[in-house]
């Protein structure tokens, strides 16, 4: 028998959400199961409900009470996007598009693609119209925007929010990495000025979580913000001169924690997401120009190898997701 430590209520606590409209009918009968059962698994009232309840062990042991409950798995239900909303910055191509579409595979409804290029590309013309062939045709936006113009950025989530009703999801992706400097020549209006390194890496990528979270707020549907910081984060690459974007991310990584201890009252969850290298535009400046880095940066990774963009899509789909509700603060 597992007895965990009851935990106080407070009368407001916002994530007690009984009434949610998936799980309406399924609760009452949930609940009386687990008065009925020897097995405690928490407060007797519990604090928050999955919008899947019954599930995992607890849905066993409601089966075993009710033997008209017919066992289901449920695990790749709880990754399901389905009629969701979301933005995502720097999605016009690179780790931002590849996240773009892995939130419409999920189920998304529409993912709106932020970025700085006047006309999307064909890779990001071939990736909407793809998702809108899906079974439950999701849609890709594009809108193109400059993330260090708080005042765009925002007016952009309204109009979304005031369009769909709803926002659930933000990843705030874009970023630059410019060529090397001298650390001890690094010029103040290249490190600080809103166009360069900071302003993008920093304040665009706080305006964008703050757009969305502003809507998320308005809905009141909770969400889920993805800060896309970088390994460079946490450690430095040796051999590099980035300090710039080593200092940009790990403010980044500092953002995300803030956020979402701010927000978490809200059920709005913020993490972040530190990749290693993939090859992408931003990093074939150097990998291009400097073959032998694809052996070195290779073997300082455990695997031997650099990314595939592919390979973010299932950390995003989960961090956006159902499937990671009780993750926030989290790098
Ligand atoms: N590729 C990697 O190895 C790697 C590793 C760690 C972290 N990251 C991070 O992942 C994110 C995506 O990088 P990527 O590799 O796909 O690079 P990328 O250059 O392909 O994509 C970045 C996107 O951001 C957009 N952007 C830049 N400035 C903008 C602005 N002011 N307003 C709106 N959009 C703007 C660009 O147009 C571009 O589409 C970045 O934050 C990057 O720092 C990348």
């Known amino acids: 028998m597992t007895v965990l430590r009851r935990i106080p209520l407070r009368s407001s606590y916002p994530l007690i959400r009984g009434n949610h409209p998936a799980v309406s009918g399924v609760i009452p009968a949930y609940r009386q199961s687990l008065s009925s059962t020897a097995i ?20 066993a042991v409601h089966a075993k009470s009710d033997p008209g409950f017919l066992p289901k798995s449920k695990i790749l239900d709880e990754f399901k996007l389905t009629d969701r909303v979301g933005i995502v910055s720097g999605g016009a191509r690179g780790l931002g598009l590849e996240m773009a579409m892995a939130l419409c595979e999920a189920g998304a409804r529409a993912i709106y693609c932020f970025d700085i290029h006047k006309q999307p590309s064909e890779e990001w013309e071939a990736v909407r119209d793809y998702v809108a062939k899906l079974e439950h045709g999701a849609r890709l936006e594009y809108v193109s925007i400059d993330v260090t113009n708080q005042k765009a950025v925002w007016e952009s989530a309204d109009k979304i929010g005031d369009k769909e009703g709803r926002m659930d999801v933000c990843i705030a992706a874009a970023g630059v990495l410019k060529p090397e400097k001298d650390v001890l020549e690094y010029p103040a ?17 706080l305006f964008t979580a703050q757009a969305a979270g502003r809507q998320m707020r308005r809905f009141g549907n909770k969400g889920s913000i993805i800060l ?53 535009k931003m990093t074939a400046q150097y990998l291009d120009a400097k073959p032998h880095l694809l052996d070195k940066w290779s073997n300082l990774n455990p695997l031997g190898r650099i990314g595939r963009t592919d390979e973010v899509r299932g950390v995003i789909a989960w961090l956006a997701s159902d499937a990671s509700t009780f993750c926030t603060g989290s790098e």
């Not at 928490?42 to 607890?58: K, Y």
């Not at 590099?240 to 956020?259: C, E, F, G, I, P």
């Open 189 to 205: 209006e290249e490190f600080a000025e809103a166009t360069k390194v900071m302003g993008i890496n920093v304040d665009g990528v």
């Open 40 to 59: 405690s698994r928490g407060p007797r009232e519990p604090q928050s409900v999955s919008p899947l309840a019954p599930i995992g062990v607890e849905a």
């Open 228 to 280: 896309i910081a970088s390994m460079s984060g946490s450690i430095t690459n040796h051999g590099h001169a980035w300090v710039a974007y080593n200092t940009s991310k790990s403010a980044v990584l500092q953002m995300a924690r803030s956020m979402a201890c701010e927000l978490g009252e809200a059920g709005i969850r913020v993490n972040s997401l530190s990749p290693g290298h993939i090859y992408t």
